[in-house]
């Protein structure tokens, strides 16, 4: 027992910079990184991982630190967050499009000893430093900052690696922090749980880097398993970033739903396909399967869906590969967890593979970020709360019914959105539906649905409610249904379902 002890405080002291930099040294020649049109070798990413630990440090950047950055993906956040790391301190991605009050509560929470921001945003420096936070204006996404000062602030504990910013429903700043071992362990699974990546694979780094999907599975898993990563600052427009995919040699597609279907939308105006594609994974938001059979039609292969919060760094579980997947389902839950399934009156009910999702293991963060009384709400004895409403399929594969939040209650009837949204985008003039409740004085909610429909298509509200008449039970039928061109998206492309609710 001693003996596993101690192994298990080493494995806490794994530090993500520590195995990073020593993969960067032992491979300098190798190609690491595709930036704007060419191939940075380790020794190029090496060197201005060093740059950036000497600008940091002659900033008076210490241990404990946080350094919030508000830069598109780009090898300087790469380099940045070694170097932060390197002197024991922290970084925060942020989104600098999140609108101002918003970035200001954010980081008034996080408490940055400074804030890094990309070319173009020097009205944004000018708003932030009137609060009397420090701004450094990146000169471009590449090279090394200018020298910049920081100031004073409460330091945290050095095993912190990542703070991310998340949207809390109750619309005050709600922050999750990330230890190099929460980090470390969810890349390590993540790659051994997609059993068809293989050293010398190429992944897509598009996926934005204030959301965890996107730092860890697109940025840092390449970088502790040695993989190559192709680093978009932008997905827009796609015809590009699907240029981007085919010059580099991109194998593997780490992408939203929502990128999934521009980038069909792009191959059939003519963009260059991927050379070689291997797997096209995708999280995030919920997937529309008839998606897949789009993505199957253009790119040969189907889509692998994952499932994930920021809270678990973020992934939980996601199909392994082609042969086993479980299409509908986010695959099995991935080594590490412990998982059960509560009810409303918080009883076990795993036994009946129907219930709340709560998970604990090496990949959960402890809490939010100095905000006991929100996590209190939803951490108990190390369990996490995740607000996820699911079924745990016989065979181990885990089917997301929906957000807690977004059940539809109907006359005390529970109507799960995605149901009846898998059913509407069966029918042939619906490129896509999202179903929200909307506020009804005898049922107390009833179903609404926002149709998007396929171009050139055209179906009348009364044909589409009879359609859900013959595949649904009468209290899960949309009482109306609403045409939209474009649904409303967050800065990663999930679907605002509150917006959707406040259109009356």
Known sequence: ?????????????????????????????????????????????????????????????????????????????????????KLGGAISPLNAKSGLPSLIGTLQLIEPCAVVAAPGLEELKTALEEKGIPVVVAGSLSTPLPAFTVRETTPEDESLAVVFATSGTTGLPKAVPLTHGNLLDNSLVMYESLDLL??????????????????????LMPLVKKLRQTILASFLPPVEAMKTIHESGTNVIVAVPTMLYFMTVAAGKGAPMPVDLKMIVT???????????????VFGMGIIEGYGLTECSPVVAVNRNYKE??????????????????????????????????????????????????TAERFVDGWFNTGDYVQMEDDGCLRILDRVTDIIIVGG?????????????????????????????????????????HEGAQVTPREIIDFCKKHLAHFKVPRSIEFIEAFPLSSTGKVLRRILRQQK
């Open 1 to 85: 027992p001693h003996s596993q002890t101690k192994t298990k405080g080493e494995k806490q002291m794994e530090r993500l910079e520590r195995i990073i930099l020593a993969n960067l040294r032992q491979e300098q020649e190798k190609d690491c990184l595709w930036w704007e049109g060419k191939w940075w070798t380790c020794s190029d990413l090496l060197h201005l991982v060093e740059e950036s630990e000497r600008i940091l440090a002659g900033a008076k950047f210490t241990k404990g630190s946080r350094i919030a950055v508000l830069l598109p993906n780009s090898p300087l956040v790469l380099a940045l967050s070694l170097a932060a790391w």
């Open 198 to 219: 293989a050293p010398g694979d190429t992944l897509l780094n598009v996926l934005p880097n204030f959301h965890s999907f996107g730092f860890t599975v697109s940025g």
């Open 283 to 297: 999280g995030g938001d919920r997937l529309n399967v008839q998606l897949d059979g789009k993505v199957k039609d």
């Open 325 to 374: 997947r479980r299409l509908g389902t986010v695959g099995p839950i991935i080594r590490g967890y412990a998982w059960k399934l509560l009810n409303d009156r918080n009883e076990d009910v795993t036994e009946n593979g129907e219930g709340v999702l709560w998970v604990k293991g090496p990949s959960v963060t402890s809490g939010y970020f100095r905000d006991p009384v929100m």
């Open 413 to 453: 009837f529970n109507v799960y959105p995605q149901e009846v949204e898998a059913i509407m985008n069966t029918h042939p003039a619906i490129s896509e539906a999202v179903v929200v409740g909307m506020p009804h004085p005898v049922n107390g909610e009833v179903p609404k649905a926002f149709v998007r429909l």
